[in-house]
């Protein structure tokens, strides 16, 4: 058994594995999530669909085949599924009748929120929607998608390192903090449940002297945040001033493998003025300087094991997001004490 298997947590969890406007119409793509291979592609009609990447006749890529109409065929002998998955059609049998075809792929649960496509391995019902993004409804702001970025190291790394505000003076150094105003403000964290924002631990008044917090940044600012943990490979930052939420930055991980991932960024921001590109080149240069750091963290997986690794007062957030794990019953990414059965 796989360690995805042994994961409930994640396999009936929603991850994200695409831009719905990047899937149009009668396409086909291949994705892997969990170590799953997944073909996703969209129907005549705009229904979008997950299926394990796989005939069922002879194991062929399913993803390697074309849609036609409402249905996907199969590249290497045609046989042809309808969108609930059941086969229709078998060219070298013309003549047997469809109600005499056997044959069913393997159908993933599929929702489109906030603009993403997201699949559930397990059981939906466990979980019924994706994780809530309020920020992405709100007039006063506008949506931008950033990413994929893939990155060599587990979700729950790449999450933490987005909680952590100690790293902007020198992984961001001139952009999101510096070295003279490095200390960390004491912040606050809690659980919360929410009807809004869903349930998971936030932090908040997080304060930051930032020489550029955004694109459209034009002089340095003390900038005051919020962070919040809705799912196990979900987090949010949201930017506030006197008028409420100026930005919401969402980071969405799809996990590749236990060490390997795809991250996908929700932007809801009030600046109108700069261009999509420009939005999107902004973050990936803040990305791009938090990549090296990540892949080089040893070990890949975060380590749940006491006194792995040493903490100080202000990882109170990444403190708070080990134990929301740990009390999850995660594993997948992680590295457990062997009083957990882990490996
Ligand atoms: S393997 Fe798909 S039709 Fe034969
Ligand atoms: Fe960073």
Known sequence: MTDTLRDPVLLDDWHPVAISASLPAGTVVPVT?????VALWRDSAGQAHAWEDRCPHRGTRLSLGCVQGDSLRC????????GEGRCIHIPALPALEPDKLKAQTVRYALRERHGLVWVCLGDPLARPEPPPLPESGYAALRKVWCGPYTVNSSGPRIVENFLDMAHFAFVHEGILGVEERAAVQDYIVEAFDD????KGIWAKQCRAWQPQASKAASDGTMVDY???VTRPLTAVLTKQSGSGVREAISLNVQPLTETSCQVW???ALDDFASSDADLRQFQDTIFLQDLPILESQH???LPLIPGAEVS???DRMSLAYRAYLKQSGMRYGLLLPYAD???
Do not use: M
């Open 33 to 37: 999530l969990l170590d799953q291979p």
């Open 75 to 82: 590249g290497y002998h045609g046989w042809t599924f309808n």
């Open 195 to 198: 009807a809004e924002f869903g």
């Open 226 to 228: 919020t962070y919040r």
């Open 265 to 267: 960024i929700i932007l």
């Open 299 to 301: 070990p890949k997986k």
């Open 312 to 314: 100080v007062v202000c």
């Open 341 to 343: 059965g882990a490996s």
